[in-house]
């Protein structure tokens, strides 16, 4: 619940989550049932556990209908949500090959096409999916058949086919609550799209409707942190489309823009700009002020260096007497956690950093933004997943860096419902070639073969295999040296065919210069993959600056949340197009970030759309 104020002297109201009802495919049925003038009575089965939500769906949906297989449908859907799709075939197999019922027949097809999707043959999943919505069925039957394929949709990276689907659902719903679910999700669908993408589909479209939603997503995007420029347009575009869904709340927050001044006349940029961390605290502040000055921000920014100041807190209190209606800044974590602890907070402060533990409780908000490598952790699960693949070889730096990123993956890898195959440490360049050997099996091969060799006595020509059972292999290089050394290690080792996930470690970001991670995915900021490239090109050229690209990124992020700052008062409803990657708040007012999927290809990252 975000509770906590964002301005001082100004309490943010408590939003509840409100929950999306239907996804559009074939749209008859369903609209019918939207737009009905009561809603139906639920219905039960007649026999059997209800089924539990899966991946995809909201917490309530209507029940299904009256079926004499409703124990069997049941019991499929507590395998799946086991992952146990062998079970669950097996069981939904036990139904006749006829059934009478049209939604008995949608039921089973929806049930095959989730057993595929934990089998990881996704898009036969999505076959499966699109014959489902021919013919119409039971409203419970048919949403939750919708549901699942958002999910596919939006696990492939095709986020205006999402979108586009829940604008033609809003266009039916009645229900208030229904049609904000609606609006969260097909924003924050559109944010994904780029604005090349963005006007290719608003020159294509017919419908006005979805040619609004295009519109309104290309005039926040192209904007940026230019807040008084945006509001503008954002005022014109609600005159122009005022039967428009959007224009009655506009969303992601961008509402809040329109409803105060907003305008920031002093803000405090706080760094430690002359010690230890000075090159990578100068490389914030440069991609802070090209992003303050690119926006033609008109606000006054002073910029404090924390090294010659006593203390965080007492720069602090310098900047609030001195007028400034928001605080940018520390950098270190250190500093943050003494900020942090300081109750009496009366202006709002953009960390640069996050802490483990939550803040002591001010007046002010404490909004905590980082580069976290967890988020990073979690988001690389979720795209080997979505790509089918479900059981994968874990390779990971040792001592506590590689341990952490390592469990991180595994948690989420888990709960996906992934397996684990085989997992192995490196703490130097030794013992690279031991973890992959152990971690391919390779031992056990050489064993075999020696057993093979003594039984015949005689010698025998042996290649060694590796396991067989794994979809890919996943890299937590703390690293590109490290990632450079261990990618044709693998082919070596007779695993060159598998792909290979990573983090962004195993990225200089250095053009052109990692030609030997050819062929290796991971997931990268929109700063690195050419999606800021006016803004970075903008900034003075120096060498030195090329280590501490994604902390220019920081800097820059940090200069359009400071400008977009009204907008967190939407709580879990906000989203920005950021430079480091898409940027949502949660409920303890840290900033998460979702990066761009990308592949080196000629030694370059070429950003990716799952396919």
């Known amino acids: 619940m975000f509770t906590t104020s964002l301005w001082n002297g100004r309490k943010n109201s408590t939003r509840n989550p409100q929950r999306t009802l239907a996804l559009p495919g074939t749209l ?18 007649d026999v059997g556990e209800p089924a539990i939500p899966q991946i995809g769906e909201p917490a309530e949906l209507p029940q299904y209908p009256r079926s004499e297989y409703a124990g069997e449908f049941n019991a499929v859907e507590h395998l799946l949500a086991e992952h146990n799709w062998l079970g669950a075939a097996a069981r939904l197999d036990q139904l006749p090959e006829s059934l009478p019922l049209a939604d008995d027949q949608y039921r089973r097809a929806y049930l095959r096409a989730r057993i595929e999707y934990e089998r990881g043959r996704v898009q036969e999943a999505l076959v499966i999916l699109d014959s489902l919505l021919v013919e119409p069925a039971d409203p419970a039957v048919l949403l939750r058949g919708q549901y699942f394929r958002r999910h596919l949709l939006r696990s492939h990276g095709q986020w205006l086919d999402s979108a586009r689907m829940q604008s033609a659902l809003l266009q039916a719903s009645h229900d208030p ?8 999700e097909l924003w924050r669908d559109l944010q994904h799209a780029n604005p090349a993408q963005l006007q290719a589909a608003r020159e294509a479209s017919g419908d006005p409707m979805w040619r609004g939603w295009l519109e309104l997503a290309l005039l926040d995007a192209s904007h940026g942190g230019n807040t008084p420029t945006l509001t503008t347009a954002l005022r014109q575009w609600q005159l122009e489309n005022p039967q428009h869904p959007a224009a009655i709340a506009l969303p992601g927050g961008l509402g809040e823009l329109l409803a105060t001044d907003t305008r920031l006349r002093q803000v405090t940029l706080m760094l430690p700009l002359s010690a230890r961390l000075a090159p990578a605290a100068k490389a914030v502040r440069d991609g802070y002020l090209a992003a303050h000055y690119a926006a033609g921000s ?24 001195a007028g400034s209606e928001l605080v940018v800044g520390p950098l270190s974590k250190e500093q943050l956690a003494e900020l942090a602890a300081y109750p009496e907070r009366n202006v709002p402060v953009l960390a640069l950093n996050q802490l483990d533990l939550a803040p002591m409780q001010g007046s002010a908000a404490l909004v905590q933004m980082s580069l976290s490598p967890t988020d990073e952790a979690q988001q ?17 730096a040792g001592g506590p860096w590689g341990s952490t990123r390592a469990s991180e993956f595994e948690r989420r890898w888990q709960t996906l419902g992934g397996e684990v195959a ?11 070639a031991s973890a992959i050997e152990q971690a391919l099996a390779l031992p056990e091969s050489s064993l075999r073969a020696r057993r093979v060799r003594d039984t015949l006595g005689q010698g025998i020509e042996f290649t060694p295999r590796r396991r067989g059972d794994v979809d890919a292999v996943v890299l937590m290089a703390r690293n590109p040296q490290e990632a450079r050394a261990l990618r044709p290690l693998l082919a070596f080792y007779y695993a060159g065919e598998l792909p290979v996930y990573a983090t962004s470690h195993a990225n200089d970001a250095l053009p052109g210069a990692d030609r030997d991670l050819n062929g290796l995915h991971l997931l990268e900021m929109p700063w690195l993959v050419g999606e800021s490239s006016g803004l970075r090109q903008s900034m003075a050229r120096d060498d030195s600056a090329q280590h501490y690209l994604r902390l220019q990124a920081l800097g820059a992020d940090a200069f359009l949340v400071q400008s977009r700052f009204a907008q967190l008062r939407a709580g879990p409803d906000v989203v920005l197009r950021g430079n480091t990657g898409l940027l949502t708040l949660d409920p303890q007012l840290q900033i998460r970030r979702e990066l761009v999927p990308v592949k080196f290809d000629g030694g370059d990252l070429v950003s990716l759309t799952l396919d």
Request: some cysteine; glycine content about 6%.
């Open 177 to 184: 609550e229904a049609a904000a679910g609606l609006r969260r």
């Open 380 to 396: 690389l699960a979720d795209t080997l997943y979505a790509r089918g693949q479900r059981r994968v070889l874990l390779l990971h």
């Open 422 to 432: 085989a997992s192995a440490g490196f703490s130097s360049s030794e013992d690279y």
């Open 28 to 45: 008859v049925f369903i609209i019918l049932w939207l737009t009905a003038c009561g809603s139906p009575a639920p219905r039960t089965t």
């Open 298 to 321: 008109a606000g006054n920014i002073t910029v404090v260096d924390l090294d010659q100041q006593i203390s965080v807190t007492q720069a602090y209190i310098d900047a609030v007497n």
